[in-house]
């Protein structure tokens, strides 16, 4: 089994950044793939970022790219989503997962997930 728990999320103002953390314990696997979702209040779960561990692989939503960063500390077996440029759209619970997907944005593929960490961008 293995176990997710995220860190990080809270309040921020417009334009501000969070970094959010996901350490993986329990048994893990060198060639999976780390991903991040999120859901807004009334939307489907929507997919943000990914990293394929290994080869450091890195895969980003049109709304991620440019102001997201996904990366993996495998001596911690944690990885993180750093956030940057944060905007009120941004707001929404998110989720790290684990899994083997043949598409990284393919939420369904992924087996493991987290309780999720509430991110409010708001002034």
Known sequence: QIYLVESGGGLVQ????LKLSCEASGRTFRDHTMGWFRQAPGKEREFVAAITLGDDV????DSAQGRFIISMD???????L?????????TAVYYCAMGDPTYANDGKAYRYWGQGTQVTVSS
């Open 74 to 80: 495998n001596a911690k077996n944690t990885h993180y």
């Open 58 to 61: 890195t895969y980003y939503s």
């Open 14 to 17: 417009p334009g501000g950044s």
């Open 82 to 90: 750093q956030m940057n440029a944060l905007k009120p759209e941004d």
